[in-house]
């Protein structure tokens, strides 16, 4: 489903002529301002399929600050794989870096652990590594990237584009007072049950994630 295609099938169940681009009116463009809101929410809703990846960082010798290019702070990292050395690395909090860099002598090598920094000026996550690599290794970053708004009418929604409609449709029913008799409550209900749909279905790709099991 492309941005345009979502916003006319919008338009369409607000009465509203349906348009040869999301800008070609101001209406449509509004329409396309509370897709992109739509689609923060069910993006924010679950870790759909399509929007996991794993990423590759190449690491270089004596540098141990690397930015995942894609990864905002909306991501989700599920782990990272040294796939040069075959090696799962190890999160830490700040204060151990801390320690192991500015306090014990340390030396470079494989990394074996990591934290968060903080984004570079593309507001991309940045990790830091350690101990500072010695050599190229090959990192595989397993996660979860939640994409930026859509902008062009070609532009594809990456995920289920059922709950994006509806919930679109309802804020707008809560700017303009109604849609068709129903209210700004039942068109949230209806989003939020189409949505929970979704969820279910997925879910049970991933059992290990949405059971609960002891040690």
């Keep these: 489903m492309t941005y345009k295609e979502l916003v006319n099938h919008v338009l369409r169940r607000m009465r509203e002529d349906e348009v040869g681009s999301v800008n070609s009116t101001t209406y449509s463009q509004m329409v396309g301002d509370f897709v992109n809101d739509a689609m923060r929410i069910v993006q924010d809703a679950w870790d759909w399929a399509d929007l996991r990846e794993t990423k590759t960082i190449a690491t270089s010798d004596g540098v141990d600050t690397y930015s995942i290019t894609g990864a905002s702070t909306d991501a989700k990292i599920f782990h990272i794989i040294d796939d040069t050395s075959n090696t799962a690395l190890r999160q830490v909090d700040k204060a151990w870096m801390d320690r192991n860099k500015l306090i014990a002598s340390s030396s470079d090598g494989q990394p074996t652990h990591y934290n ?39 532009d594809t929604v990456p995920v289920p584009w059922r709950p994006v409609m509806h919930y679109t449709i309802a804020l707008l029913a809560r700017e303009r007072g109604e849609v068709g008799g129903q209210s700004t409550q039942e068109y949230f209900a209806i989003a939020d049950k189409i949505l929970s749909d979704h969820i279910a279905r997925e879910s049970a790709f991933y059992p290990e994630e949405t059971i609960y099991r002891t040690v």
């Design 116 to 154: 968060y920094v903080g984004t570079d000026s593309n507001g991309d996550i940045q990790l830091q590594l350690f101990p500072t690599p010695d050599a190229v290794y090959s990192l595989k970053v397993n996660g979860v990237f939640r994409t930026d708004e859509l902008t062009g009418d070609d």
